[in-house]
């Protein structure tokens, strides 16, 4: 990253910069210290958006954050919430870890309260963007045609192509995960579960309904694809999905309900549009079935972890089956999916959805 050019963070309609000389891969909680003096030299004051009132002993102002980013807030030994209050002249009162609650900031005067919650917005936000994602927007695409003509693709792909570089069984998608992915979340709480949920609704109240017309999604599981550039070396091998008719209706829907989400800060904006596609093959199953893409890169405690990788050549697959058919299926719900979880059918298990009829 240039020093010209460093990363910048938006938080509450406004843009802060991240100083890339100072930055650091978080990995231990007692690195929290050192990376609160490098870090808060970025955030940029005052911050408009933060609600603060007056009380009899001054001002006060509250932030909503779920109880496993506390830590970051108090630091080692409370030495990061010392400085927040000594450098802004202010008091900064914390739940209890595993008490859901307010962090509480008070202050004689007004600009250090402000100065306070900027600080605290910016740390919660770089902290919360290192934790590993625990849910995702998706559709089910496990209806039982599709699963039935999946594992026909399975079943000729290794009896024609099984000789081919890294081709297995291992490798192909469980018939009962298949499913499109919207965007990925990290949800801390049931408060943003439940927050998560609203805003779906709100979606659907707001345009999903005129774009579904209030009725399902006749679409098309046909065709496949490779995510890298060198078929000879493929990692991930994917169907493409599309409406039947032909129209565009599925790619605005998935991409204003992304652009929903990523304006209130749930889903961090890495693409302006959702790759319509339903992983087959995926070469990180082969050494852990539950892995899940790109996104399995972070333990659970949040620390970053390699997996090695095994291609295969899929020169012969995407030749033989370029136009294989999956079958048709009606999209009609959009879910919260949880990751690593299953449900009764065998998909994600969904803390909630909505449905278009």
């Excluded at 970025?42 to 954050?65: H, I, L, N, R, Y």
């Excluded at 439940?194 to 009725?215: A, H, P």
């Excluded at 302006?272 to 199953?285: D, E, I, R, W, Y």
Aim: net charge negative; with cysteine.
């Amino acid at each position: 990253m240039e020093v010209l050019r460093p990363q910048l963070i938006r938080i509450d309609g406004r843009i802060y910069r991240k100083n890339p000389i100072q930055e650091q891969t978080y990995q231990h909680e007692e690195e929290d210290e050192d990376f609160y003096q490098g870090f808060m030299e970025s955030a940029e004051e005052p911050c408009d958006g933060c609600e603060v009132v007056q009380t009899q002993q001054g001002f006060q102002c509250t932030v909503k954050a779920p109880s496993l980013l506390y830590k970051h807030i108090v630091g080692k030994r409370g030495d990061t919430r010392k400085k927040l209050e000594v450098e802004t002249k202010t008091s900064i009162s914390i739940p209890k870890p595993g008490q859901e609650g307010e962090i509480v900031i008070s202050g004689q005067h007004r600009s250090g309260v402000i100065s306070a919650r900027t600080r605290i917005d910016v740390l919660l936000l770089t902290f919360r963007r290192k934790q590993p994602f625990t849910h995702f927007l998706s559709f089910f695409l496990n209806e039982v045609e599709v699963q039935e003509r999946f594992l026909k693709f399975q079943e000729e792909v290794l009896e024609r192509c099984s000789m081919d570089r890294g081709v297995d069984s291992t490798i192909f998608q469980n018939p009962k995960k298949l499913h499109l992915t919207i965007g990925m979340l990290v949800l801390l709480s049931e408060q943003e579960i439940q927050q998560t949920c609203e805003m779906l609704q709100q979606c659907k109240e707001d345009f999903i309904d005129d774009i579904s017309g209030g009725k399902p999604l006749e679409v098309e599981m046909e065709g496949i694809e490779y995510m890298n550039d060198d078929p000879g070396m493929v990692d991930v091998l994917y169907a493409k999905v599309h409406m039947k008719d032909g129209s565009n209706r599925l790619q605005e829907l998935v991409d204003r309900v992304l652009e929903r989400f990523q304006a209130s800060g749930l889903i961090v904006k890495e693409w302006n549009s959702v790759k319509l596609h339903a992983t087959v093959m995926n070469t990180l199953f082969r050494k852990d079935p539950n892995a899940e893409g790109r996104y399995n890169l972070y333990t659970a405690d949040g620390k970053y972890i390699f997996k090695e990788r095994e291609s295969f050549d899929g020169r012969n697959i995407l030749k033989l089956f370029e136009n294989f058919s999956f079958g048709t299926l009606k999209l009609n719900s959009i879910h919260i999916s949880q990751r690593f979880t299953v449900d009764s059918f065998g998909n994600y298990a969904s803390c909630g959805q909505i449905d278009f009829s």
